[in-house]
């Protein structure tokens, strides 16, 4: 003790780094196993709505090349082979529990509506992954809003622009915005025949034309010295 | 109760904010304190003569990681909700080639620029003026630059993954590190040091 005391603080708190540094050697930051679920936690998220990814901020990280989430389609296999959304990896729900996830990465679940998503958000939840975001009305509102989405009749100049930004995007995931009529409530294609949501691409998109679209300037990290 | 609390929603955008600002006070406090609101004590580390920043930055370095571990290990964080920088590669560089060719020429970095200011040095003004132009700037060029703002994209990166080596391990090399990095920090105080170094450095 005596020698201990002997030493400068420097030296005292590189011992103690030291010791902290061996000690890690032991440990694991992210504890598996037991995971108790908390019912006032997840009703808190489930309220605020956290866990909700949209179409269109999931169109814009696609179309930026983002790699910092993982998509998983939670649909059959023959619907999945039908069409997915660029970038999707194929989990039935029943395998999820197998899957390669690991409770480090953001995951982005998906499926026709949002019944079995949900499902799986709250498996997952169970075992301790946090990082899960249910995709808002799944595969169908992806459908509405992005392959074909219906845009404004007689626009504004805001809304032209809106219109325009729809198109390019609509186009690059190989759909086909669409014009409302009168008081139609169904909306008809623009051009002669929409391209079928079959048609769509099932390999990650390259990067967007110039021009091609203008996503909102994402809330970026502020970090350094 | 567990952490992250924001990704948690236990407050909304507003409270982060204010809870920035009084952690970005704190932080500025301790970055004055420690001398880094002199140009003159941060570009001393780069004629090798006082290496107060490397060594308070590789402290700050070192104990957030074994906080992160530690409090990881207890369950009161959520390592996996920390958030982390995405990995592109090419602009990263340059990014860093050009912070340091500013620090190396007027003497400060982002944060103690800021900090020096406060202390009413008219050079850290013209450095936190700097600031807000520069990002005017290259957020007017951005349609030329994201191009090259996305190449290299290598996505979520942490050493662990790309060494292939356990997590406390990692850990463990990084302490052994900074270690012999101050230990090597003290000897080229002592061979280039003006001696008005502090006294704990030549030791």
């Given at each position: 003790?005596?020698?201990?005391?002997?030493?400068?603080?420097?030296?005292?708190?590189?011992?103690?780094?030291?010791?902290?540094?061996?000690?890690?050697?032991?440990?694991?930051?992210?504890?598996?196993?037991?995971?108790?679920?908390?019912?006032?936690?997840?009703?808190?998220?489930?309220?605020?709505?956290?866990?909700?990814?949209?179409?269109?901020?999931?169109?814009?990280?696609?179309?930026?090349?983002?790699?910092?989430?993982?998509?998983?389609?939670?649909?059959?296999?023959?619907?999945?082979?039908?069409?997915?959304?660029?970038?999707?990896?194929?989990?039935?729900?029943?395998?999820?529990?197998?899957?390669?996830?690991?409770?480090?990465?953001?995951?982005?679940?998906?499926?026709?509506?949002?019944?079995?998503?949900?499902?799986?958000?709250?498996?997952?939840?169970?075992?301790?992954?946090?990082?899960?975001?249910?995709?808002?009305?799944?595969?169908?509102?992806?459908?509405?809003?992005?392959?074909?989405?219906?845009?404004?009749?007689?626009?504004?100049?805001?809304?032209?622009?809106?219109?325009?930004?729809?198109?390019?995007?609509?186009v690059h995931f190989g759909g086909q915005a669409r014009v409302s009529t009168g008081g139609s409530p169904e909306p008809v294609p623009v051009a002669a025949a929409?391209?079928?949501?079959?048609?769509?691409?099932?390999?990650?998109?390259?990067?967007?034309?110039?021009?091609?679209?203008?996503?909102?300037?994402?809330?970026?990290?502020?970090?350094?010295? | 109760?567990?952490?992250?609390?924001?990704?948690?929603?236990?407050?909304?955008?507003?409270?982060?904010?204010?809870?920035?600002?009084?952690?970005?006070?704190?932080?500025?406090?301790?970055?004055?304190?420690?001398?880094?609101?002199?140009?003159?004590?941060?570009?001393?580390?780069?004629?090798?003569?006082?290496?107060?920043?490397?060594?308070?930055?590789?402290?700050?370095?070192?104990?957030?990681?074994?906080?992160?571990?530690?409090?990881?290990?207890?369950?009161?964080?959520?390592?996996?909700?920390?958030?982390?920088?995405?990995?592109?590669?090419?602009?990263?560089?340059?990014?860093?080639?050009?912070?340091?060719?500013?620090?190396?020429?007027?003497?400060?970095?982002?944060?103690?620029?800021?900090?020096?200011?406060?202390?009413?040095?008219?050079?850290?003004?013209?450095?936190?003026?700097?600031?807000?132009?520069?990002?005017?700037?290259?957020?007017?060029?951005?349609?030329?630059?994201?191009?090259?703002?996305?190449?290299?994209?290598?996505?979520?990166?942490?050493?662990?993954?790309?060494?292939?080596?356990?997590?406390?391990?990692?850990?463990?090399?990084?302490?052994?590190?900074?270690?012999?990095?101050?230990?090597?920090?003290?000897?080229?105080?002592?061979?280039?040091?003006?001696?008005?170094?502090?006294?704990?450095?030549?030791?």
């Amino acid at each position: 003790m005596r020698r201990f005391s002997a030493l400068s603080l420097n030296q005292k708190l590189a011992a103690l780094a030291f010791l902290l540094g061996l000690g890690a050697l032991f440990i694991s930051p992210a504890r598996g196993g037991a995971v108790s679920i908390r019912p006032d936690e997840l009703a808190r998220i489930v309220q605020t709505e956290i866990d909700h990814v949209t179409t269109d901020d999931l169109a814009d990280w696609i179309m930026q090349g983002r790699a910092d989430y993982r998509l998983i389609d939670l649909r059959d296999e023959k619907a999945y082979a039908e069409y997915h959304i660029p970038g999707a990896e194929h989990f039935p729900i029943t395998r999820l529990a197998d899957a390669s996830l690991t409770r480090n990465e953001r995951i982005v679940l998906y499926s026709d509506g949002g019944i079995h998503s949900a499902q799986a958000w709250f498996l997952l939840r169970a075992r301790g992954y946090q990082g899960v975001y249910i995709l808002r009305g799944g595969l169908d509102e992806w459908r509405d809003t992005v392959l074909f989405p219906v845009l404004a009749v007689a626009p504004g100049s805001f809304e032209a622009r809106r219109n325009e930004r729809l198109q390019a995007r609509a186009v690059h995931f190989g759909g086909q915005a669409r014009v409302s009529t009168g008081g139609s409530p169904e909306p008809v294609p623009v051009a002669a025949a929409p391209v079928p949501v079959t048609a769509a691409p099932v390999v990650a998109a390259p990067a967007p034309p110039p021009g091609a679209s203008a996503p909102a300037a994402k809330k970026k990290k502020k970090e350094g010295c | 109760m567990n952490a992250p609390f924001f990704k948690y929603g236990m407050f909304g955008d507003e409270t982060s904010l204010v809870i920035a600002f009084a952690i970005g006070i704190g932080f500025g406090f301790f970055l004055e304190r420690a001398g880094f609101g002199s140009a003159r004590k941060l570009v001393s580390q780069f004629y090798l003569n006082d290496l107060a920043v490397f060594k308070v930055m590789f402290t700050a370095i070192v104990t957030a990681m074994l906080g992160v571990t530690y409090l990881g290990w207890l369950g009161v964080l959520d390592v996996s909700l920390v958030y982390l920088t995405p990995t592109y590669l090419w602009p990263q560089i340059a990014g860093g080639l050009i912070l340091g060719f500013g620090f190396v020429i007027g003497g400060y970095c982002p944060g103690t620029s800021v900090a020096s200011m406060a202390t009413g040095r008219v050079d850290g003004l013209a450095f936190a003026l700097g600031l807000p132009a520069g990002t005017f700037v290259f957020a007017e060029l951005f349609p030329w630059l994201k191009r090259f703002f996305l190449t290299g994209d290598f996505g979520l990166r942490t050493l662990p993954d790309v060494l292939g080596l356990s997590h406390g391990l990692v850990v463990f090399l990084v302490v052994l590190m900074a270690l012999g990095g101050f230990y090597g920090a003290s000897v080229l105080e002592g061979i280039f040091g003006t001696g008005d170094a502090p006294d704990d450095a030549r030791q």
